[in-house]
T-cell receptor, first 115, second 114 residues
């Protein structure tokens, strides 16, 4: 089946620094990718929809200047958490729709801890 | 707008017993429904999906779910629980092909009692 690779799987950073998370579709092209955030013991909440070659679409309440999304190619989307704060600590997961089928494939997730 | 409600944030069953995880949905269009499983610190793995074909859907690891439009439900079942089934389970809904943005339920943590 289709594979989505997310990197890094975990990262610890200092407050005020920026962290970049990559999401790659390994064996298919993805013009759209989705970024979710999951706080401990909670469900996944959609943050934004990443669109290849155009601006991302952010969900209500998500700061676009803080969570920068770039979808520069058909196989790569990146999420950059800028000026990270401890409250940004969370599990971030990306997904990409499979071509021609009604299914989204998920990356392994990134555990971000801001200290 | 679409939404998903999962009744019971925690479910415990004995090994070998029936597993029943409940999911009710709300959607303004015919929904596509999914069940995902998540193991600690990992991404999501698709168990099964309903995409307007057969109402009884069989998935991996012996799980199945039945779409009941009259009850707006999509409950997940497994006849006999195994220790390896212990995980977090999420029900999700989308508007279907071409709009795979998922809305997730709050999740149900399944614990298997030896």
């Amino acid at each position: 089946g289709a594979v989505v690779s997310q990197h890094p799987s975990w990262v610890i950073c200092k407050s005020g620094t920026s962290v970049k998370i990559e999401c790659r579709s390994l064996d298919f092209q993805a013009t759209t990718m989705f970024w979710y955030r999951q706080f401990p013991k909670q469900s996944l909440m959609l943050m934004a929809t990443s669109n290849e070659g155009s601006k991302a679409t952010y969900e209500q309440g998500v700061e676009k200047d803080k969570f920068l999304i770039n979808h520069a190619s058909l196989t790569l989307s990146t999420l950059t958490v800028t000026s990270a704060h401890p409250e940004d600590s969370s599990f971030y997961i990306c997904s990409a729709p499979g071509q021609g089928i009604t299914e989204a494939f998920f990356g392994q997730g990134t555990r971000l801890t801001v200290v | 707008a679409q939404s998903v409600t999962q009744l019971g944030s925690h479910v415990s069953v004995s090994e070998g017993a029936l597993v029943l995880l409940r999911c009710n949905y709300s959607s303004s269009v015919p929904p596509y429904l999914f069940w995902y499983v998540q193991y600690p610190n990992q991404g999501l793995q698709l168990l099964l999906k309903y995409t307007s074909a057969a109402t009884l859907v069989k998935g991996i690891n012996g799980f199945e779910a039945e779409f009941k439009k009259s009850e707006t439900s999509f409950h997940l079942t497994k006849p006999s629980a195994h220790m390896s089934d212990a995980a977090e389970y999420f029900c999700a809904v989308s508007e279907g092909f071409g709009n795979e943005k998922l809305t997730f339920g709050t999740g149900t943590r399944l614990t298997i009692i030896p």
